[in-house]
């Protein structure tokens, strides 16, 4: 069996691929990833990253997200979310924000995968799952990046503190907050119980 018709044969439309993944059915990976390319079986979505197009009646389908950056960063430890979800923790925030964070512990920067933008913060650990403490902690990491006013938010974010589970808050601040952060919830805490 050629080398083309082995690679050929372990595609799946919508699955993203490492270039080292198809090395290993290939003796020349360049050429015959060249010619998949030229066929249209495989897409080049960034350097060493490919995916096989899932054919729809809109034309091709983007892949994954998930898949797409666990690919990319070889690595599932990480969580993708953007600013506007700090919308759903009911502090009263209404702004929109065109924009995707990676919290993940490989790389850093602004970089676009798969025809996507993506800001890469880079910390010791990353959590597996957004929750609502973590988008709690990642709002006072970001506090002074966003479009709103600020003390009406931490105003908001202090009443609305006995509604979160404060262990899982503690936890959360103590892995994937900045000190700032941290000095923040801790004030607020304080703040609230003198209430």
């Known amino acids: 069996m050629k080398a083309l018709d082995r690679v050929k044969k ?6 993203v691929y490492r270039r080292s993944e198809l090395a290993a059915f290939s003796t020349n990976v360049d050429r015959t990833l060249q010619s998949l390319v030229k066929e249209g079986l495989l897409k080049k979505l960034s350097t060493g990253l490919y995916l096989a197009p899932k054919k729809t009646v809109f034309g091709d389908a983007l892949p994954d997200e998930n898949s797409l950056l666990e690919t990319f960063l070889n690595d599932d430890h ?3 979310y953007s600013p506007s979800q700090f919308n759903s923790l009911g502090l009263g925030s209404t702004q929109l924000y065109n924009s995707r964070i990676v919290f993940n512990r490989k790389r850093t920067g602004e970089l676009t995968v798969g ?3 993506y ?6 650990e990353a959590p597996k799952a957004l929750s609502e403490e973590f988008l709690v902690v990642e709002f006072l990491n970001r506090i002074n990046e966003l479009a709103e006013d600020r003390e009406t938010l931490l105003e908001r974010l202090k009443e609305k503190l006995p509604t979160f589970n404060r262990a899982k808050l503690n936890n959360a601040a103590s892995r994937f907050g900045t000190l700032s952060a941290q000095k923040k919830l801790k004030t607020l805490m304080q703040d609230q119980q003198k209430a």
């Not at 372990?10 to 699955?15: D, I, K, S």
Request: glycine share 12%.
């Open 10 to 15: 372990h595609l799946v439309a919508g699955q």
């Open 78 to 80: 990480f969580v993708v």
């Open 115 to 117: 025809g996507r933008p």
């Open 119 to 124: 800001s890469f913060k880079l910390w010791r």
